[in-house]
C-alpha cells in the first residue's frame, strides 16, 4: 500500500488497512503556513539526521521536500495530508510504540522553533506574564497555543479547565487527517502542549489525549492535570 492510500480524503485507509469514515472531518484538505511544515521537517532533522529525515519522506510520497522545506512564512500552502503522511511514515518505521516517543520530542522541538517566530503575534511572554501565578501562566500558554492555530491555520483549537483539569481540543486536526487509528495518536500535540507548559512556567505536566478524530471521536482532546509532576 502506498503513503497516498494512506491520506486519500474520501475513503482512506490506514496503514492497518480499516476503512476511515469519521463525519466529524472534513473532505477537502485543510492547511497550515508554510512554515509550521518548514518547523516540523526541521525538528524531525534535528532527532533523526539528515537521511532519516530523507527516509521519512521518501515513504510519505513527500520526496519534492527532500532539501526543499516549504519557506518560513505565513501562506497556508502546508496541507494537512502532508502533516499526517509525516506521522504514518514515522509510525510505519518505528511502530506505534517507538514512534511515540519521537513524535512527542519532535513536537517540543518544533515548539521551541515556532516560539522564536510566533511570540511576537500572541504578544505572550513578557516580564508581566512571568510575574503572574502559575495557574494563569498555564491557562494563558495554552490560550496562546490554540489562538495561534486558529488565527493562522485551519486547525480550530479552543480551550476549557475544571477544578483539577486544563483541556484543549481541537476540532480539525493533522496528526490523524483522514487516519484509522486504534490509540491516540496526536503525540505532536502532545509534545507541544508539554513543551508550552514548561516554557511558561518551569514546570513539567503531564498531558494525555483521551479523545481522537482518528478513532472516531469529534475532536481531539486533551486532559492536562493543573498539578505538576514532582
Known sequence: MSMGDIITPTGATSSRGSQYNNPHQASTDLYYPNNMGRFFFMAIEELLGKNGLNAVMNLAGLS????????????KKFSFANYAAINQAIEDFYGVRGSKGLLLRAGKVSLTYALNEYTAITGVGNLGMRLMPQN???????????????????????????????IYENETCSMCWHRTVSSPCCHVVVGVLTA???????????????????????????????????
Open 64 to 75: 519534492r521536500f527532500i532539501n526543499n522545506y516549504p519557506p518560513n512564512n505565513l501562506e
Open 196 to 230: 508550552v507548559l514548561h516554557w511558561a512556567t518551569g514546570k513539567n505536566f503531564h498531558v494525555t489525549e483521551v479523545q481522537c478524530m482518528g478513532m472516531g471521536g469529534p475532536t481531539c482532546r486533551f486532559v492536562i492535570d493543573k498539578t505538576p509532576i514532582e
Open 136 to 166: 494563569v501562566k498555564a491557562k494563558l500558554a495554552l490560550g496562546m497555543v490554540a489562538r495561534t492555530f486558529s488565527t493562522i491555520s485551519d486547525q480550530v483549537s479552543k480551550v476549557s479547565d475544571n477544578e483539577q483539569d486544563y
